[in-house]
């Protein structure tokens, strides 16, 4: 049998590991060295895009991300995530004077 061929990782996630790897503060031609060693051809505005829009998208998006690892989580552990209830207020009774 033949082995099994992993896939190209995409530019975006190499520099996602270069960043995390090097530290977000890393400076973009440090991270384009580093991934020119592992022959992944990358520009410094690429590296800069991707960092502001990570960071932009870890800052709007937190809550997202916190409610999907609890839905992942009742998954995996065979819960199942309840949604709040909305209970409604019975009618009020009348009294006429």
């Known amino acids: ?3 099994h061929q992993s ?3 995409s530019k975006r996630k190499a520099i996602r590991a270069a960043l995390a790897s090097l530290g977000w503060q890393a400076r973009a031609r ?3 060295s ?3 060693d592992f022959g992944v051809d990358v520009s410094r505005s690429m590296v ?8 932009r998208r870890s800052g709007d998006s937190r809550w997202q991300r916190e409610r999907e690892r609890e839905r992942e989580r009742a998954r995996t552990t065979g ?6 209830v ?9 009294y006429h004077v």
């Not at 800069?48 to 960071?55: A, D, F, P, S």
């Not at 819960?79 to 709040?84: A, D, E």
């Not at 409604?88 to 009774?93: D, E, G, H, I, L």
């Open 1 to 3: 049998m033949g082995r």
């Open 7 to 9: 896939r190209p990782m």
């Open 30 to 32: 440090d991270v384009v």
């Open 34 to 36: 580093l991934l020119d």
């Open 48 to 55: 800069m895009n991707v960092r502001v829009e990570e960071l």
């Open 79 to 84: 819960l199942r995530w309840n949604r709040p």
């Open 86 to 94: 909305i209970r409604k207020r019975p009618p009020q009774k009348t």
